[in-house]
């Protein structure tokens, strides 16, 4: 779990450096961060969703035996879970712009 804390660090970083080069260092103020971070805090959520609806499909799959189904259902969750984890590192490179901004 380190390991991956550690990357997981790395990839904030990076995507607040990303952000910050198009949009700026800082926000202009605690309302503008609460926005932007909620927005990406919906996205986020808006996979959390997807995830939650693939994975009752999945149940459903194993239930019936229905390995087709199952696979395909295993590589939408994959996918699912791939964009949430970006949307998870969107909401937190958002999060680290917000205290940057509060702290200049």
């Known amino acids: 779990m380190q390991l991956i804390d550690i990357d997981v660090r ?3 970083t990076k995507e607040y450096e990303n ?3 198009i949009h700026g260092e800082f926000n202009n103020s605690s309302h503008e961060s609460y926005g932007i971070i909620k927005e990406e ?3 986020m959520q808006q996979e959390m969703q997807e995830i939650s609806i693939r994975l009752e499909y999945y149940w ?3 239930k019936s035996d229905n390995y087709r189904t199952q696979r ?3 590589q939408e ?3 699912n879970t791939t964009c949430m984890i970006c ?3 969107q909401f937190a490179a958002m999060c680290d712009k917000a205290l940057k901004s509060l702290e200049r």
């Open 19 to 21: 952000a910050a080069l």
């Open 87 to 89: 949307e998870a590192v």
């Open 41 to 43: 805090y919906d996205e």
């Open 10 to 12: 790395r990839l904030i």
């Open 60 to 62: 459903k799959a194993v």
């Open 72 to 74: 395909l259902d295993l």
């Open 77 to 79: 969750l994959l996918e």
